[in-house]
């Protein structure tokens, strides 16, 4: 008789690689075909995914091109600082030989140019070849926000702005959708099937379609508040107004994914058991009262969820940008992805369109972390 | 004034609701129905009803003349044909990729098995923008073996719209999940009754997966036909090109409203009909995506 141990020592290699250690023997079978049914998928997932992903981390960190004559090289951090550097820098106005401030022709304080602190000063060695992102007057100084890559500046803070605003937005408007709905009336599954087909449609559709509702001239959006105001309302070109872009995008965004939200809010209402509400009202809770102390406390889990599903996929904010305003106007709706692909494959220059989706990846990673943070149980 | 009744009270309460639930709706479905008149409209009816709610009726000059000259001016058919092949050949095989890989995390023993399963829900976390450019790289040098020998470069073909796409970790986890919750005298059962691994994937596990394998095809069949980023960067030729980014054709013609409309509907039209019909499984597959992690 030998033991399960010298069983499995003498058994072939396959069998000691494969056989979990305290599997018996006679389940070699399981352990050759258990790899063998994964293999396909975790091939496919290897190169499809994995691979590209560590490729998009080394890339990053080299000046690849798709097509180039000179070869790759490392280039440590550079591309990342240039994506990053920002800088904050003080002019001080300029004064005459008395030591008082010269003021321009129209009566603001005159500065010195920028362009003479920017371009090659041997004084600022810090501040060569950057650029202006925004300023503004702090007493007789003018502060000068300054970066490298204004571009993707803008296009990250105009993401962050996107996510920021519209998880609120859409979260709360899906919760109240998902209060609306979380009655037993009839025709209730009609409304949510309503609510939720935007949803199903794809956004480079919805994004065509909202070109024309948000068009200046013959826009519906203009002629529907033109209705509603009795035509007071003086039209607004929706998409061509740096001012009135981003909310455009915005909007549309959240009119496209609150169903999505909103089933995901009902699925969270329905875990809320009725006892908990029969006994609030037989305490003499009303309607906020009961939504205060009994529905908000048992969501929490499903907010922080709604949350960062609508971040994460804000952050990857494209197709609409791509479709309705390429960017523009005046890079006011430039996105992080919209401009990785501008660069990666409009330009061909992989190892900057890299480098941008590590930045990406890192803040979708800080997101997770945070959530699961909030959502760990708490024994 | 006396008071009303507490059942008048709510009944008026409840009317209050529906109508302010049938108002919501017009929010939803009013681009929708834009569209779908629009498309039956002559161009010059169509820019002069924007400028009231007769953009909403179908009424004048109606007729399908807009998929007639949408139809001639692209290609339509061959692209729709494209939309159809690659998304039915991707929903397949991921059925059966992410099925029987799940089928054995769930029901199968080996070595490493956790951390791979670790592995995999840890890939939930990257979005697709992010590989999209080193995938570019890696598709354009892998081989394939075509009618004339072997060719180095995926670029402009069905495969590289199909291959990438035939396993996925969402698909393997929603799975694994369903598998799980399955109970383990099922197979318990059928290995004493002397069944192969085989016979019982397919003969005990999966005649029984219908809700499951509905929810992976819905959610993989919506992220085919709605495909774009990635078959706009990887195809080049006519022939090939899927009917989403048929669409680009559209985009810098600002005249043709109404062909626009027609490609905008003939698109969308499919994917509404299905979701009609399978509303529930559609909405709960949905809304089980963004539970996952």
């Known amino acids: 008789m030998t033991t399960a141990a010298e069983a499995r020592k003498n058994a072939p290699l396959w069998v000691r690689l494969l056989l979990p250690k305290d599997a018996p023997l006679y389940q070699r079978g399981d352990a050759i075909f258990g790899w063998l049914l994964a293999l396909p998928a975790l091939l496919v997932l290897t190169i499809f995914l994995v691979i590209p992903f560590l490729m998009a981390f080394v890339m990053s960190f080299t000046n690849q091109r798709l097509v180039s004559p000179n070869p790759t090289e490392w280039v440590g951090m550079r591309n990342f600082e240039r994506l990053l550097t920002i800088r904050a820098f003080t002019l001080e106005p300029e004064r005459d030989e008395s030591g008082a401030i010269v003021y321009d022709d129209d009566g603001s304080i005159a500065y010195p140019r920028l362009r003479n602190f920017t371009r090659k000063n041997p004084d600022y060695p810090e501040l060569n070849g950057l650029r202006e992102v925004t300023s503004w007057q702090a007493g007789e100084n003018r502060t000068v926000i300054l970066a490298a890559d204004v571009v993707f500046l803008r296009a990250l803070i105009n993401t962050l702005i996107f996510a920021g605003v519209i998880a609120p937005l859409q979260g709360g408007c899906a919760l109240l959708l998902a209060l609306l709905l979380n009655q037993a009336l009839p025709y209730i599954n009609v409304f949510r099937a309503i609510y939720f087909a935007p949803v199903v449609v794809s956004m480079v559709v919805v994004s065509l379609l909202w070109r024309f509702i948000y068009d200046g001239q013959n826009g519906l959006l203009n002629t529907m508040l033109g209705i509603v105001t009795f035509g007071s309302f003086q039209p607004v070109d929706w998409l061509g107004n740096p001012y009135t872009a981003m909310p455009a995008l915005i909007a549309m965004s959240a009119w496209q994914a609150v169903g999505f939200h909103m089933v995901i809010w009902l699925s969270g209402l329905q875990t809320i058991p009725t006892s908990l509400y029969e006994a609030a009202g037989l305490d003499g809770a009303g309607a906020w009262q009961k939504f205060r102390y009994v529905t908000w406390p048992g969501l929490r889990n499903t907010a922080v969820l709604v949350l960062i599903v609508i971040v994460i996929q804000a952050m990857g904010l494209f197709v609409q940008v791509d479709v309705m305003t390429r960017g523009g106007p005046l890079d006011a709706t430039q996105s992080v992805v919209f401009q990785a692909v501008q660069r990666g494959y409009d330009k061909q220059d992989i190892a900057e369109g890299s480098a941008i989706s590590v930045v990406l990846f890192v803040i979708v990673l800080v997101i997770t972390i945070v959530n699961r943070y909030l959502t760990r149980d708490k024994d | ?293």
């Open chain 2, 1 to 293: 004034m006396a008071a009303m009744t507490f059942e008048t009270r709510q009944r008026l309460l409840i009317s209050l609701r529906i109508s302010l639930m049938i108002l919501i709706s017009a929010i939803f479905i009013f681009p929708i129905v834009f569209m779908i008149v629009s498309s039956l409209k002559p161009d010059l009816q169509l820019l002069r009803d924007s400028g009231s709610l007769l953009a909403f009726v179908p009424y004048g000059d109606i007729s399908l003349n807009n998929y007639a000259d949408a139809f001639e001016r692209v290609p339509m058919a061959q692209f729709a044909l494209n939309s159809i092949f690659t998304t039915a050949a991707s929903v397949a095989a991921s059925l059966l990729l992410n099925s029987l890989a799940a089928f054995s995390f769930a029901f199968l023993k080996w070595r490493g098995k956790a951390l791979v399963l670790s592995l995999i829900i840890a890939t939930f976390i990257v979005p697709f923008e992010v590989i999209a450019i080193p995938l570019l790289l890696v598709v354009n040098s892998l081989p394939w073996l075509g009618a004339g020998g072997i060719e180095i470069g995926w670029l402009n073909t069905y495969h590289v719209q199909i291959i990438p796409f035939i396993a996925d970790s969402l698909g393997i986890f929603l799975f694994y999940q369903y598998f799980r919750d399955l109970p383990d005298e099922l197979v318990e059962a059928a290995r004493i009754d002397g069944a192969n691994i085989w016979q019982i994937y397919a003969r005990i596990i999966m005649p029984i997966s219908g809700p499951i394998l509905a929810t992976v095809a819905i959610l993989k069949f919506l992220g085919m036909w709605n495909a774009y980023i990635w078959p706009l960067m990887t195809i080049r030729s006519e022939e090939l090109r899927p009917i989403m980014v048929g669409l680009q054709y559209f985009f810098q013609l600002n005249t043709a409203w109404g062909e626009i409309m027609a490609y905008l509907s003939i698109v969308t039209i499919p994917v509404l009909i299905f979701y009609l019909a399978l509303q529930r499984a559609f909405i709960e597959s949905i809304a089980t995506s963004g539970i996952k992690g």
